[in-house]
């Protein structure tokens, strides 16, 4: 049996500043895009944004490897401390709690009385982060996504961070009163699981 020709044509030109959207944004008054960023790479506003998404994604990265460590049972919930907000602290806890995370074993072949044996392709045990992803919002709150693996399978996450006003203990004191230090934290405010 053949298989019938198929002709391939290449797409037309897209044209974006065609007849079209020339009127519509001579009708909406609609600026025409620049072709160079609206602010200088060199202000401080640009700056900062680098430096947040920058700091964002180390945050996520960090966060994201100790969450799974705490989903895994390698280390206690204790652990995240400040950098999760309390509702996450408790959607952990209960995840925790019913094993959500658990993986099965393999069970059969290349286990014996005494445990089983190691194997030369042998799975790594917990889930282990994949990807993250940072899309900041502004310089105080970005969207995260990324991927882990666990038991052979690779699933999604997805999460939002934000600056958030923590105090920070060994406040210097004057006088009778001590000066409370506030800075703003990074914290993970919502997570997802997919």
């Not at 806890?93 to 290349?110: M, N, Q, T, W, Y």
């Not at 690779?154 to 006088?175: L, N, Q, S, Y």
């Amino acid at each position: 049996m053949q298989t019938p020709r198929v002709r391939v044509r290449p797409a037309p030109p897209y044209e974006p500043d065609g007849p079209v959207v020339t009127a519509i944004r001579t009708v909406a008054h609609v600026p025409s895009p620049r072709p160079y960023p609206a602010v200088a790479p060199g202000t401080t506003s640009a700056r900062k944004t680098a430096s947040a998404a920058a700091e964002a994604r180390r945050f996520t990265v960090a966060v994201s490897r100790v969450l799974f460590e705490v989903l895994d049972r390698r280390r206690s919930i204790a652990h995240l401390g400040d950098v999760v907000a309390p509702a996450v602290a408790d959607q952990i806890a209960a995840l925790v709690r019913h094993d959500a995370f658990r993986i099965p074993e393999a069970s059969g072949s290349g286990t014996s009385a005494t445990g089983p044996a190691p194997s030369a392709t042998q799975v790594p045990t917990g889930n282990v982060l994949r990807r993250v992803h940072v899309q900041l919002c502004d310089p105080s709150a970005a969207e995260v996504f990324g991927s882990y693996e666990g038991g052979g399978r690779t699933r999604a996450f997805a999460g939002r961070i934000e600056r958030k006003p923590i105090r920070v203990r060994g406040a210097v004191p004057v006088g009778r009163r001590s000066l409370v230090r506030v800075e703003y934290r990074w914290q993970l405010v919502a997570l997802e699981f997919g």
